[in-house]
């Protein structure tokens, strides 16, 4: 009979679980991670993998969502700090600092190449409902971040998400120093 596992084992699992998921999605994609890879990884039995999700796609659900926690945190904290800049100079720090996090960590491959396929497979069921979309949260950081815009919320969540895809692109240095000017010059339009 197998043992269970106490609660400070089932956390530190559940995170290498994740922490693998994060690794291989950034590396080979959702697609070619096998349930196999990730318990390996952790350390369990397959059989186990199915006492802390009820499948891969709600494991990559629950890394999207991590994902979403710290990059538009991160977003936050770079408008809400206090360093005297402006308004736009602030907007544009976080709209920048969090597309460099996406390009740096692999994110945005996965959100090219498997994402579109992870809500497919969700669609319809309990789990749709615990994803918050790119929208939803650039809203929130919108209105927790107390700026004022000079065009809607709606217009404001295109902008940055198109802007965010243009990391997409981000081969060389010298994009990095382009996009910078590009995401300035938006925030100047876009925040008060």
């Known amino acids: 009979m197998a043992v269970p596992f106490s609660k400070s084992k089932r956390d530190e699992i559940a995170e290498k679980l994740k922490e693998g998921a994060r690794i291989f999605a950034s590396q080979k994609g959702m697609k070619k991670t096998s349930v196999d890879s990730l318990v390996e990884y952790a350390g369990i ?13 709600e494991l990559f ?27 736009a100079n602030r907007a544009a720090k976080a709209v920048y600092e969090a597309c460099r996090m996406m390009a740096e960590n692999g994110i945005m491959r996965f959100i090219k190449n498997d994402l579109p396929q992870l809500l497919d497979s969700i669609n319809g069921s309990e789990l749709m409902e615990r994803y918050h979309g790119d929208d939803i949260h650039i809203k929130e950081v919108i209105k927790y971040s107390g700026l004022s815009l000079l065009i809607t919320d709606d217009e404001a969540v295109d902008i940055i998400k198109n802007l965010a895809f243009c990391v997409l692109n981000s081969g060389t ?19 008060k």
Not at 48 to 56: I, V
Not at 75 to 81: Q, R, S, T
């Open 61 to 87: 659900l629950e890394v999207v969502e991590d994902w979403h926690t710290d990059i538009y945190g991160m977003a936050l904290d770079c408008i809400l700090e206090k360093n005297g800049q402006p308004n």
């Open 173 to 191: 240095d010298s994009f990095w120093h382009a996009y910078k000017i590009i995401v300035n010059s938006v925030c100047k339009y876009i925040v």
């Open 45 to 57: 039995s397959k059989g186990a993998f199915y006492n802390f999700y009820g499948s891969k796609d």
